[in-house]
């Protein structure tokens, strides 16, 4: 899934919860920065998986502290991500 797809999901998120898109960047600090309490964590989490089509554990996503951070970690569930790998392991058997 294209990185900027996955941005432009997580920016829409957030500022329908009213997070000043001036404070919106890579190194932006979901809970510290953009003031995303327990509740409004948990309920992007279920966002993203639902909108992406994507599962993420609890450890990969609480490790995910940044919004650069949280971008990697979905790009790297996406199926086109997967499908990506798996033909480079394809390949590498011939």
Wanted: aromatic share 6%; hydrophobic share 30%.
């Amino acid at each position: 899934m294209d990185r900027q797809y996955i941005e432009n999901v997580l920016i829409d998120w957030l500022e329908g919860k009213r997070v000043d898109r001036t404070l919106i960047n890579p190194e932006s600090r979901l809970i510290e920065d953009l003031n995303l309490d327990d509740s409004d964590h948990a309920e992007l989490r279920l966002y993203l998986e639902k909108e992406m089509g994507i599962s993420i554990g609890d450890d990969e996503y609480l490790k995910a502290q940044t919004v650069k951070q949280l971008i990697d970690l979905v790009a790297s569930k996406s199926p086109s991500s997967q499908d990506d790998l798996e033909d480079e392991y394809d390949h590498y058997g011939d």
